[in-house]
């Protein structure tokens, strides 16, 4: 560059393309991470990849609230994601409010207005700390009858459980594994 150039200034320097720079399962995986550091600070305990009661249908996280509500929150790492999934409407059934999570670059005008949404920053590549999120619009409430609540919380409670106690005894884990592959 000569002395006469100079760069350009950052006003008129070319937006970033976040989307772009990471893969769509590390754009899951961003996703993923920054809505559960902002579960974290709100108090919600979560649990990933909970199995509802549905045939087949797992939640991609489920937050407990501090007050006993249960929050559904589905990732979705982009429009194509999001347009082919056609299971989404079922998990209504099964928690007290619905959310979506995606990235920034997201269009969000394809989310229904009837639920939440949350919106994760991604950063420009996978290795950054934690990806920021925030809530963008809550979720209407729809309140779980109380029988399919305490089914719901016991789910939580158990798998709750077992995964803690697969983390404090991991030899344990991978052993009773190895013996379930042999059965």
Known sequence: MSDTQSPAPDDQAPPLDTQSALTLPETQFAIRRAMLGLCRTMRWACINEFSLPAAGRRADIMALTQDGMLHCIEIKSGPRDFLTDRKWPEYRDWCDRLYFAVDQAFPRDLIPQDVGLFVAHLPESPSTILPECAMIRESPLSKL???????????????????????????MTASLRAARRVE
Do not use: I
């Open 145 to 171: 009858a109380t029988a399919r609540r305490k089914t719901l919380m016991q789910l939580f409670g158990h798998g709750a459980a077992l995964r803690l106690m697969a983390l404090e005894d991991p030899a």
